[in-house]
């Protein structure tokens, strides 16, 4: 077909081993050691994650997949008819079909992903159920504007879908960067439409990131394992312990891998002395107020159009616009 067309014309832009070795180096020789969550998402950390989402602890996809379902007849209100989606990373596939389902005669659909491959599997699961939206896959690191190439019949407006609280991955410098990269690639007239997780008991939000089957510490642990098969480090997996504590001053989970003992980890010719009870900070995952997106959407020039929670526990959709 001519999607299978485009998308083998797409380069695959996955990082590959210098730039994982480079961002390693560089994290690890950091006064505060820290190394990218980003790299968690090899295929096995991405089944992880999916079993993540289905423990009885880890409540943010099934609430804000509840929460759709509830709002999605209004945000096709707020959205108006024949809108371009375009989905920030490629998504579970399950929330945009619901989306795309919900939406008055949508033209077309755009999921902007690093990785080829996953772009591939996300059209494939789309494309059959949706004959007619058009497919336009963008292969491309979204955190950076992107051009969205034009559909075949005019769209209204571009709806930018950046759901999953992957915004709370960001560091907060970061996540106003994305926005900002976000309003362009939206445009004037375009729409964004944002899922959040919100403040709440810290007690829950800890249990969400400390599931008592330890799937999660398996996850986190996972990206050591991962830097030892690709770039050739030699991480002891049982030397290090998942920690993932909630910071009420700073409302995030900061996850970090904590040094059980005096030890030395080698990766490309270098050395790594770390002493007992020494962390490398892995991930954070903010956890929004009103006030603490707020001043987020204020540095990128974006403001709420609409505003959805869901209550207990709470999470948030926001629809945004310039
Ligand atoms: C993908 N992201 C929104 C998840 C989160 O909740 O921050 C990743 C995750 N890390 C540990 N558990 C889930």
């Not at 709806?159 to 960067?177: K, M, R, V, W, Y």
């Not at 330890?214 to 830097?227: E, I, K, S, Y």
């Not at 030890?263 to 956890?287: C, M, N, W």
Request: with cysteine; hydrophobic share 40%; net charge negative.
């Amino acid at each position: 077909s001519t999607v299978q067309d485009a998308l083998q014309a797409l380069t695959d832009l996955t990082p590959g081993r210098q730039q994982i070795l480079a961002d390693a180096v560089a994290g690890l020789s950091h006064a505060s050691r820290q190394l990218p969550s980003k790299y968690f998402y090899d295929a096995r950390g991405s089944r992880l994650f999916e079993q993540i989402t289905h423990t009885r602890e880890y409540y943010p996809t099934r609430t804000e997949l509840a929460l759709l379902d509830r709002v999605l007849p209004e945000i096709a209100q707020a959205v108006g008819p024949r809108v371009h989606v375009v989905e920030l990373g490629s998504g579970s596939g399950r929330k945009t079909a619901r989306l795309l389902a919900a939406l008055q005669d949508p033209v077309a659909y755009t999921p902007i992903e690093i990785s080829r491959a996953a772009l591939l599997s996300s059209i494939d699961h789309l494309a059959p159920a949706l004959p007619d939206v058009e497919m336009l896959p963008v292969c491309a690191d979204f955190t950076r504007p992107v051009q969205v190439p034009a559909s075949e019949r005019p769209a209204a407006r571009r709806l930018l879908f950046f759901p999953g609280s992957t915004l709370g991955n960001f560091a907060d410098e970061d996540a106003i960067a994305l926005l900002s990269a976000m309003r362009q690639t939206m445009g004037r007239h375009g729409l964004a439409l944002v899922g959040i997780d919100l403040h709440k008991d810290p007690a829950l939000i800890e249990a969400a990131y400390n599931d008592a089957d330890g799937v999660t510490a398996a996850f986190t642990l996972n990206l050591l394992a991962r830097l030892n098969r690709e770039v050739g480090s030699d991480f002891d997996l049982d030397g290090f312990r998942h920690r993932a504590r909630y910071s009420t001053a700073r409302l995030r989970i900061e996850t970090d891998l904590v040094s059980q003992r005096e030890q030395d980890v080698h990766l490309d010719g270098r050395t790594f002395h770390f002493s007992a009870g020494e962390p490398i900070r892995v991930e954070y995952s903010h956890k929004y107020t009103d006030a603490s997106f707020g001043h987020l959407l204020q540095q990128a020039g974006l403001e709420v159009a609409a505003s959805w929670n869901a209550d207990d526990p709470a999470y948030g959709l926001r629809l945004l616009r310039p």
